[in-house]
């Protein structure tokens, strides 16, 4: 049953307002009582002081409603009585206030460009790790992903599907684009992360690491024989593009499946779209709790006899951690890690074109899809 | 001047023909010739043999009318008298008999895709080393691309402007879009990389390194102030990306203009694009001779005052590898490599936004565009 997307813009007086605005607006908010939080201090004549999540492992706790980790209730003080406090502190205040200049005048930017206009501003950072842990803090404190004020990464996944979208940025505001019209697919930075969902005929969502395994379900034409959306992460997935499906997900209902290669690091891909990354348990709404793993799993290397290589040092090592880490400790990840351990050998998603470049979309993906839904 | 490109396909009694279909045509004529000669030799009872161009440094020229690096006339012969010739002799036949099936079929494949339909079938590549190096030598002898034969890179550049495409890939054959129309870019695939150029207001093509200054230029609307296209590498950039900036240059008559790091890896980013890379010597039309690099170079680093960084050792022996590499006898790189070495630092294209998010489209470029036109 095809899907028409409920748009949720509102008519106000004239100017369509957007979901995206709205999140904005509320960032906008968030910014300003902080900023008030800390002029209050002042003409009282107090030290300014704020409370900041502990960001620390200690303080990360899984969530049971909410399907992920998150930051317990852990909290540092940060005082400006405290003369070593006060260097953050300022730090901190400028990220806001640029956050703020970014989102009044509709641009983006990055980790990377944040950190040179600091430079050029006279903010004094030792590093780009400095800033990018002060956008860290800011978002753990007002409780939104820096996407929400403009900040992107540099990185680009791509989607291909039937689905039309609205923008909502500034000079492509109410311009509409249909993402089945570029079966290269559409780069996703910030206009479409932003954009409103306004018709769509697909009914689930295949998020797939590899662009070879994405022209290949594209050329096989997956999309059409599964109503699928093909989204291709190229590698981790971008956050931006982890929030895009945590969107298709929760406002069209589209099931998601996601399929990695068959090695540790496939492991973590999928597991960071499901559960989450430790280095955004201060983030909520970028993880698909729903989403499902569908392959290539440790054992799928012996059931479809795939070519497979030795797990190198680094796999090994990887495959410790995973091991160790609460998120992988119940099946299927807890089944798989230990056939790893058992086979101690690793498979692309590539390798099923042995059987014909066809067999993934063809045999693979009907086979799998149908043990999935019986579970 | 807006160009309106005059499309170059056919009318075929009814059904349309692109220069993609000559291209496939020529090469399927080309794999069947080869073909022929083994066969010919077969039925006369002789040893098949097959003169292979050889792709060592050695055999490595600098071609004037070209203006690129490709191979001089010394050949190695392959013949099936030797025992020892027998096995790479099979595996080229079978590589071409692969291409000629992914051109008839429709399909496209990648490096590491072919290695394992090769394994699939019983072919005995010891690594996917050595199916590249086959491929490779398939390109050398029938002298195209392996994009030629749908053989494409993982990677994915993109692109966004006033430009229109029709598509020449089964399934979308006849439509077109509008790269004005997505401001994050389109993913630039095997559909991109084939299509045909149907009508551009553009009038010059800015090739950029990295993805935030991509957005950059979009938000800046450095599009529409130079009627420009913009496309984006994602940093070293994929040898599909490299044949659609020269179609765009020769077809439609765009100046390049190429937008780097200050790093001896922007240098080379930038001199691949310019004279082809040293691995791809045996391929011609993939480079741009014409084609600028704009900065960020060495010497801006001084006269923009550019916070930057001192070189790793990595960058250091990537440095001493450009000074003795003959494409980098001639200024602006002598110059520019001898410039950092005097200062021994880098930097970024992001490192302008020191001075305001908007100075790199609104200062810097039209500054360096006057100064690249005065010479």
Chains 1, 2 share one sequence.
């Not at 008519?11 to 904005?24: M, P």
């Not at 404190?141 to 940025?169: H, K, M």
């Not at 697919?185 to 662009?211: D, H, M, S």
């Amino acid at each position: 049953m095809p899907r028409k997307a409920v748009s949720k813009s509102e008519d106000n007086g004239g100017e369509k307002v957007y979901t995206a605005d709205i999140i904005k607006k509320a960032v906008l908010e968030k910014m300003k009582n902080l900023g008030e939080r800390v002029y209050r201090d002042l003409v009282r004549g107090s030290f300014p002081e704020l409370d900041i999540p502990s960001r620390t492992t200690k303080n990360i706790v899984y969530n049971e409603e909410l399907r992920q980790y998150v930051l317990g209730g852990k909290m540092k003080e940060r005082t400006t009585r405290n003369i070593r406090h006060l260097r953050p502190f300022a730090q901190l205040l400028w990220i806001a206030s640029f956050a703020k200049r970014l989102l009044e005048a509709g641009k983006t930017s990055t980790l990377r460009d944040t950190y040179y206009v600091a430079i050029g501003e006279g903010i004094d950072f030792e590093d780009q790790d400095e800033s990018d842990e002060m956008i860290m803090e800011l978002e753990s404190i007002i409780d939104s992903p820096r996407e929400d004020f403009n900040i992107f990464p540099e990185e680009r996944a791509a989607i291909y599907g039937d689905l039309v979208i609205e923008y909502t940025v500034p000079g492509f505001r109410g311009k509409r684009v249909d993402l089945s019209s570029h079966p290269d697919g559409f780069a996703i930075g910030p206009a479409l992360t932003t954009a409103e969902f306004v018709k769509c005929g697909a009914e689930v969502l295949f998020v797939i690491e590899k662009g070879a395994v994405f022209s290949r379900f594209v050329e096989e034409g997956a999309d059409k024989k599964y109503k699928a959306l093909l989204l291709h992460t190229a590698g981790q997935s971008p956050r931006n593009a982890r929030k895009l499906i945590r969107r298709l997900h929760e406002e069209l209902n589209l099931p998601v499946y996601i399929f990695t290669d068959a090695d540790p690091y496939g492991v973590h891909i999928a597991s960071v779209l499901i559960h989450g990354s430790a280095l955004s348990a201060h983030i909520k709404g970028i993880n698909i709790p729903d989403a499902v793993w569908a392959g290539v799993w440790a054992s799928d290397i012996t059931r479809y006899k795939l070519p497979s290589m030795k797990l190198s040092d680094q796999d090994i090592k990887r495959l410790s951690e995973l091991e160790q880490d609460p998120r992988y400790q119940t099946d299927p990840w807890r089944k798989e890690i230990k056939e790893f351990w058992r086979i101690k050998r690793k498979a692309e998603l590539e390798a099923f074109s042995k059987y014909g470049l066809d067999f993934i979309v063809k045999e693979f993906l009907p086979e799998r899809l149908a043990e999935l839904q019986k579970r």
